[in-house]
């Protein structure tokens, strides 16, 4: 069993700024890589941002410049800092991770329950 505690979604102005937070915890003996996705009314889940165990990271060009994605590995957290936020960021937001069970377990991934977030004036 893995779960996801997310937290830090909610309504913020055009511009303003939001942390979104993950824990994992559960079943892991490892997280590969650690993410955000995102799907907004009527389109389908896209990625938002992404960092590997190594802090490889890896964006969406329409938050490149105004989303930070940062983790503690020993927390097995993951956050993501979005500033300077839009209308169009406006969406639910889910965590998902890359992990091995146990150290011979193949990978696997998981997802979040997600977090509402809305962007408006």
């Known amino acids: 069993q893995v779960q996801l505690v997310e937290s830090g979604g909610g309504l913020v102005q055009p511009g303003g700024s939001l942390r979104l937070s993950c824990a994992a915890s559960g079943s892991i003996a490892s997280i590969i890589g650690m993410g955000w996705y995102r799907q907004a009314p009527g389109k389908a889940r896209e990625l938002v941002a992404s960092i590997t165990r190594d802090g490889t990271l890896n964006y969406a060009d329409s938050v490149k410049d105004r989303f930070t994605i940062s983790r503690d590995n020993a927390k097995n957290t993951v956050y993501l800092q979005m500033n300077s936020l839009k209308p169009e960021d406006t969406g639910v937001y889910y965590c998902?991770?890359?992990?091995?069970?146990?150290?011979?377990?193949?990978?696997?991934?998981?997802w979040g329950q997600g977090t509402q977030v809305t962007v408006s004036s």
């Open positions: 998902h991770i890359v992990y091995r069970p146990s150290v011979m377990a193949t990978i696997a991934t998981y």
